[in-house]
């Protein structure tokens, strides 16, 4: 009887764990300028797989003073000059309890790939780009 039990326990604690991963922050969120407030783009993130996978959906600026649409000019690799409008910047992450983790996260005003870490807090999205033992965290909206 207490194997039973135990089996039981350890079943619903899975599912319970299976019911969080399933809680994704698939959606459209915004990021916002963290000195003006003021919205800089909208980013939809994805599940492929089990991974999530975000990329550029739109941009407040799309494009520059010549009205060309803006580009990763600061990025490497297949991104390099690539249009920042469709860029993927975050990349292969998997579910850990609440929080999706394991993956990367490009960003396009330095080129730079971090280290990331997603998680929703009250509604809203918490984006963590690591660096080593240094961090930053922003807050993205629906």
């Excluded at 319970?16 to 300028?33: F, H, M, S, Y």
């Excluded at 920042?84 to 309890?97: F, R, T």
């Excluded at 396009?108 to 240094?134: H, I, S, T």
Aim: aromatic share 8%; with cysteine.
């Amino acid at each position: 009887m207490k194997r039973l039990v135990w089996i039981v326990m350890l079943s619903l604690g899975l599912a319970a764990r299976g019911a969080g991963a399933a809680d994704a922050p698939v959606g459209e969120w915004k990021t916002v300028d963290e000195k003006s407030g003021a919205v800089e783009s909208v980013v939809e993130i994805y599940d492929q797989g089990g991974k999530l996978f975000g990329k550029i959906a739109s941009l407040t600026k799309p494009a520059d003073e010549q009205g060309k649409p803006k580009l990763c000019t600061k990025c490497t690799g297949a991104d390099k000059d690539k249009p920042i409008v469709g860029l993927i910047i975050v990349k292969g992450l998997g579910a850990d309890g609440a929080h999706w983790k394991g993956g990367t996260i490009l960003d396009p005003d330095d080129g730079k790939v971090y280290n990331a870490e997603l998680w929703v807090e009250d509604g809203k999205l918490k984006v963590r780009g690591y660096l080593g033992f240094f961090y930053r965290t922003q807050t993205w909206v629906k």
